[in-house]
Structure formats: structure tokens, C-alpha cells
């Protein structure tokens, strides 16, 4: 039915899909963690932000979701740390 090169070569091609599928998941657009140091209050704050793909094949954070120095609910100082990105 199948010989060995043709099981070779699909499974080179489910091989690369993986890689490819696994990158941009891990590297690409969406929620990712960061850590900086707040320009407001001069202490280190983990963040977790939203980056959106400002070109090909460059990111840019556009939003902070949460902050560690804020309490729970919405971010609703300056964001001024989006300039450290």
C-alpha cells in the first residue's frame, strides 16, 4: 500500500506543521507575560499585555490586560510602561 519514503515524507510534512503551528503560538500575536519596571511607581511589575501584528513579521504590544501593582479589575492608570516594549 504505502512504501517507507512516502510515510518518511508525510510525516516530515506533519513534522514542519507542528514546528510552524508551536512558533507562532508561542512567539506570535495574542496574551503574553512581562515583566518591567513601572515608570509610575519605580518598582518592578509583572504585566500580562496584548500584542497584535503591526507588520509582517513584527509584533507590538498595544494593551495592558492586568498589572501586579494593581489591584483586580481593569488597568486604569497611563500605561505609560507600554513605551518600555
Not at 507542528?18 to 506570535?28: D, I, L, M, P
Not at 515583566?35 to 501584528?53: D, F, H, I, N
Request: with cysteine; charged share 20%; aromatic share 10%.
Amino acid at each position: 500500500m504505502w512504501d517507507a519514503a512516502q510515510v518518511l515524507a508525510i510525516l516530515a510534512v506533519i513534522a514542519a506543521w507542528s514546528v510552524f503551528a508551536f512558533t507562532v503560538w508561542r512567539w506570535g500575536p495574542g496574551r503574553r507575560h512581562r515583566s518591567v519596571r513601572c515608570p509610575e511607581k519605580k518598582q518592578r511589575a509583572y504585566l500580562v499585555v496584548e500584542q497584535r501584528e503591526s507588520g509582517f513579521g513584527t509584533l507590538q504590544v498595544t494593551d495592558v490586560t492586568t498589572c501586579s501593582l494593581l489591584p483586580e479589575g481593569p488597568v486604569t492608570c497611563d500605561k505609560e510602561c507600554l513605551q518600555k516594549f
